[in-house]
């Protein structure tokens, strides 16, 4: 699957001027929300992003089942390999190489309007914990595409 053009950040610490290009290679980028729902998963081809139901199905598996071999006590049990990008939030990169998210398709209806949020999956490092949160859609965060089978 080729790069999208929309928006997108580097993953790494600190501010955006620090950001590492290398570590694109191993983590991949980080989308906002509508670059993630509506290009990086070419829905022409049947790929889509996962419900908020689907990655809480995911997290019932454990969230070291989820995380690649090597983030904190991950097993890869089911080949997710999870890596912890971390975030770009607010001008800033954080939680990089602590936790691994993965924007859901849903919006939070909930949210002011002025302020659109979606949901996304945290599986962090401390802990042991997985979780389903929402946030500004503006956030950088990790993309899975799902395909539905023929």
Known sequence: MAYDTGTHYNPGSGTSESANTDNVA????LY?????????????????????DELTALISLGAENLRATGFASGTDTYGFGALP??????????????DAAFWSSDT??????????????????KNNYANI??????LGISVRCLKAKD
């Open 26 to 29: 191993t983590y991949g980028f």
């Open 85 to 98: 990008a971390g975030y770009y939030e607010y001008g800033d990169y954080t939680y990089f190489e602590e």
């Open 133 to 138: 949160h929402s946030d500004s859609v503006t």
């Open 32 to 52: 906002d929300w509508d670059t993630a729902a509506n290009k990086v998963c070419p829905a022409d081809d049947g790929w889509r992003l996962p419900t908020k």
């Open 108 to 125: 939070d209806n909930t949210s002011d309007f002025s302020n659109p949020k979606a949901y996304y999956m945290t599986l962090g490092k």
